[in-house]
């Protein structure tokens, strides 16, 4: 007879290998997204000028922010998917019980979060390359152009953990909704009215995990958050029927 724990470990293991084989044309998405984030960003996002006895001086901003933000509605969008009932139903002869299911779900969202991060910093990269070889560059500003090693790598492990955010965020929400139909009416009017009640409450969140200074405590901020909201999705999924 095998224990619970060693049968729920090889379970979410066999299960986390088969969705990452079952489950890899969700990259194309991501990449496809990504690209046309890509596409976007080569446009300037702000500018600005000054002129003055007969000199003017117009400075145009680059980001590629937006790369980033596609890639956290991508990962919005898969976290989204995983917990429905198509996507159950797909793994159900591999399933012996829901926490099993959860585990794999996250190790997979969790595997999509790293790899976004990765691939939507190397994107900003990109875009750095090709307006070097396509722009004057002698109307470039040199400082903060080149990303030095350990400010690429930084930045992966900060877009990973914001990607691990949003899917936990998104999981949460579609379990949810799995629950009752009716969460799909009243998630957004709920937000629509938070938006509308609770601004600044609602900014303070925001810059709760935003204007950290500290990697570490943001980092702690990040899996602490992402962790209650993924053990609630395994709260609120346990309480369904089976295969429902």
């Known amino acids: 007879m095998f224990s619970n724990g ?9 299960q986390y290998l088969y969705k990452l084989k079952a489950y890899s ?8 997204a990504q690209i046309v984030a890509l596409f976007f960003s080569l446009g300037p996002m702000g500018s600005m000028g000054t002129s003055t006895d007969g000199l003017s001086v117009s ?6 922010d937006v790369v980033i933000i596609f890639s956290l509605a991508w990962m ?4 989204s998917w995983l917990p429905s009932k198509q996507y ?3 793994e159900f002869s591999l399933v012996a019980n829901r926490i099993s299911s959860n585990l794999s779900n996250f190790g997979f969202l969790i595997t999509c979060a790293v790899f976004a991060g990765l691939t939507s910093t190397l994107m900003g ?11 004057d560059r002698v109307l470039f500003m040199p400082d903060g152009f080149f990303t030095a090693p350990a400010e690429l790598l930084l930045g992966v492990f900060v877009a990973s953990l914001y990607m691990i955010l949003v899917a936990a965020v998104g999981y949460l929400m579609k379990v949810i909704i799995e629950v009752h139909k009716v969460f799909v009416i009243l998630i957004p009017a709920v937000l629509i009215g938070l938006l509308r009640a609770y601004t600044d409450s609602l ?16 980092t702690l901020k990040i899996l602490s958050a992402s962790i209650i909201l993924f053990g609630m999705s395994i709260l609120l ?4 029927e089976v295969r429902q």
């Not at 060693?6 to 066999?14: D, I, R």
């Not at 999924?237 to 369904?240: A, H, L, T």
């Open 6 to 14: 060693v049968n729920l470990s090889s379970l979410a293991l066999k």
């Open 25 to 32: 044309g969700f990259v194309y998405g991501l990449i496809m």
């Open 59 to 64: 400075v145009k901003t680059y980001s590629a």
């Open 76 to 79: 919005l969008v898969i976290a």
């Open 88 to 90: 159950k139903d797909m």
């Open 125 to 135: 990269v990109s875009q750095r390359i090709i307006m070097y070889f396509t722009f």
């Open 203 to 218: 900014k303070a969140i925001f810059n709760f995990f935003t204007s950290e200074h500290s990697l570490l405590l943001f």
């Open 237 to 240: 999924s346990n309480r369904m």
